[in-house]
């Protein structure tokens, strides 16, 4: 989240209170339970200030305060620690052969995750079912949804809720995320779309493989390929939030016909479909069983030699990207995880006789550690966004959600 002190002074007393209380939440996010002295040091604000911050965050029940901490002078500190008790984000995945949901609370904790396997036809609705499935589980005065988001293998326009373009599943406009906000409440609940690949990239940067990397480059490994790009914690989505399509980059066979109708794209010699097509094998319910099952024969040469030029492949994509954006590290989801270094060897070999300079960085190539429901994790982050920026939550105004002393 952005350092708020760098901002504009808000104009009123509210907005000045929603400010504070956004940089206590932001610094107990990202450096975990802290005493009022630690955090007016975190924050930059006056201890008293954090002092009226903190018994209102408990009375909304976003945060907890721990066993008191002995220190080596003055009164021993009591932690603050974000609460996993109240709010909690959904995030909802839709991709052409499975659909995943997950939730997660204020403090970080999975609470509740499914994926089922789904076709092109049955997505949609069978992802609606699982927001109907979320909604039921997380109803009462226990829990307040602070929001959802839909994470989709496609282009999401700036408002993120309308989906511009997705070739790989038939979904178009703001109807997902209308349908899914009916089953939610009818507006009660607030829905965004979002990218899936940013969504996986944004949870390896909080939860995965990418934690603690300044910058990063996250790529999907399903029927599409498709980027997140994420600098010190935030995603970078660019002029119109479309960074990151580079499934159709022109790289690979330039004979290979792709989804969205062209020849050439990476995705037509990389993407998990491209690789079954040339095994002669079929999709089994996931892209990891799948993947699975293709590692399973990799003793066999004629596998072995197909999953070498999709690594040749991969690497030369990387080292396309590596030379623009200049990662540290590349986080493989999807079907690369279970192939491993079949794949990943011949793409660092690539890679390297494809950067033009040895004075380049060799972006560090990582298997994701977050399995199939990374972009419905990542997803489940953002929709607590409204949390973190104490903006409103779901039905409830900030002054209700965050009451004043």
Excluded at 4 to 12: I, N
Excluded at 99 to 116: C, F, I, M, P, Y
Excluded at 198 to 204: G, K, L, R
């Amino acid at each position: 989240m952005a350092d708020l002190r760098a901002g504009a002074v808000p104009a009123t007393a509210e907005g000045l209170r929603r400010q504070n209380t956004a940089l206590v939440l932001g610094a107990l996010r990202r450096h975990g339970p802290a005493t009022r002295a630690e955090l007016a040091g975190l924050t930059g604000l006056a201890k008293a200030t954090v002092g009226v911050i903190v018994p209102a965050l408990a009375q909304a029940g976003a945060v907890v305060e721990e066993e008191t901490r002995g220190g080596s002078r003055g009164r021993p500190g009591r932690p603050v620690a974000l609460a996993g008790e109240r709010f909690v984000g959904l995030g909802l995945e839709l991709n052409v052969d499975y659909v995943a949901a997950v939730v997660l609370d204020l403090a970080g904790a999975t609470r509740w995750s499914v994926s089922r396997p789904a076709t092109p036809d049955t997505a949609a609705d069978l992802l609606v079912d699982l927001a109907r499935e979320a909604a039921e589980a997380f109803a009462g005065p226990r829990w307040l949804l602070a929001g959802a988001t839909v994470a989709v293998p496609g282009l999401v326009r700036g408002d993120d809720r309308t989906v511009a373009w997705a070739p790989n599943v038939a979904v178009a406009g703001p109807v997902l995320a209308d349908r899914v906000a009916a089953v939610l409440g009818d507006g009660a609940v607030p829905v965004g779309v979002s990218n899936d690949a940013n969504c996986a990239a944004y949870a390896e940067a909080h939860h995965g493989a990418a934690v603690g990397v300044a910058h990063a480059l996250y790529l999907t490994g399903t029927v599409g390929i498709g980027a997140g790009i994420v600098d010190r914690g935030e995603l970078v989505r660019g002029a119109t939030g479309f960074a990151g399509e580079v499934g159709h980059m022109p790289v690979g066979d330039p004979a290979a016909r792709c989804g969205c109708g062209r020849r050439g794209c990476w995705e037509a010699s990389i993407g998990l479909r491209a690789v079954l097509d040339q095994l002669g094998m079929v999709e089994l319910g996931s892209p990891l069983r799948t993947a699975e099952a293709v590692a399973a024969r990799s003793g066999e040469p004629a596998v072995r030699a197909v999953l070498g030029r999709v690594g040749h492949d991969l690497g030369l994509g990387i080292a396309m990207l590596a030379g623009v954006l200049d990662p540290a590290v590349v986080v493989l989801g999807g079907y690369f995880v279970p192939l491993g270094d079949l794949v990943l060897e011949p793409a660092r070999r690539t890679l390297d006789e494809r950067l033009a300079s040895a004075a380049q960085h060799r972006p560090e190539l990582r298997p994701s550690v977050l399995g199939i429901q990374a972009a419905a994790l990542g997803a489940a982050e953002l929709s607590l966004g409204a949390v973190f920026a104490a903006a409103e939550v779901g039905p409830v105004a900030p002054a209700d959600a965050f009451p004043s002393p």
